[in-house]
């Protein structure tokens, strides 16, 4: 009877809290925790398979916090339109991307889902960003022919290998980290300077507060790539 009791009550308790779950208006978050390290992983566009690949498999070895958009596409959908969640992470970017994506909409509801993005934005950061120092390592895809010479302009440092795919490389924030990448196999920028329109991508948000971020961007479908990316990250830096 005790034991029923118990049992059913501990299934009560984990319905409610639901601490699995973190979102940003209508932009969801499934919450990946092992062991107790503070390295922070984010998996933001839903169509770039071959990085949540890659960051599932490294969470089967490695401890730290995941972050995976729970969305199958890259925008997400928002209130009858949509939203690019990696456009989002400040006020001038989300207020752009907005009116980007749903140019019908009334001033007024742009400017009311806007205030709500904003509001949401403080608490959202904080619980993704690592205290005390940590990484937060985001992981995105490219099938478009972006690559690392369209970031050479915002960049402050750069080191370009001559036998890498310019569509694979790191871009960091932090200089420190950026020593120790250019010494790497693997191309990489730093962009550790704000630039004067912050387009709200997620690198400038960590920027601002000081956080250390590194992207790990791939050409999608490159998954043993993306893998060794991260695993030399996680091998070589603090
Ligand atoms: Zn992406």
Known sequence: ????????????LSLPLNDDRLSINTIEF????????????????????????????????????????????????????????????????????IHKYNPQWSVSKKKKLLNSIDKDRKFFLETIFPKNGGLLIALHNNYKGYNIYQEVENSDAISIKDNQNPR???????????????????????????PEKDDGSLSWAALKNQVRYINIETRLGWLSMQKRMLAYIEKTLP
């Open 1 to 12: 009877m005790s034991f029923l009791f118990i049992y059913f009550f501990s299934i009560i």
């Open 30 to 97: 499934k919450i990946v925790k092992k062991g107790n390290s503070d390295r922070r992983y984010i998996w933001l566009h839903g169509d770039e398979q071959t990085a949540k690949m890659a960051l599932e498999n490294h969470m089967k070895k490695s401890n730290g916090t995941a972050f995976y958009i729970i969305n199958e596409l890259r925008e997400v959908s928002f209130h009858e339109g949509l939203i690019d969640p990696n456009r989002i992470f400040s006020s001038y970017g989300a207020k752009r991307n």
């Open 168 to 194: 694979d490389f790191f871009l960091c924030t932090n200089r420190a980290d950026f020593e120790l990448l250019a010494k790497s196999p693997y191309n990489v920028v730093l962009q550790e300077k704000l």
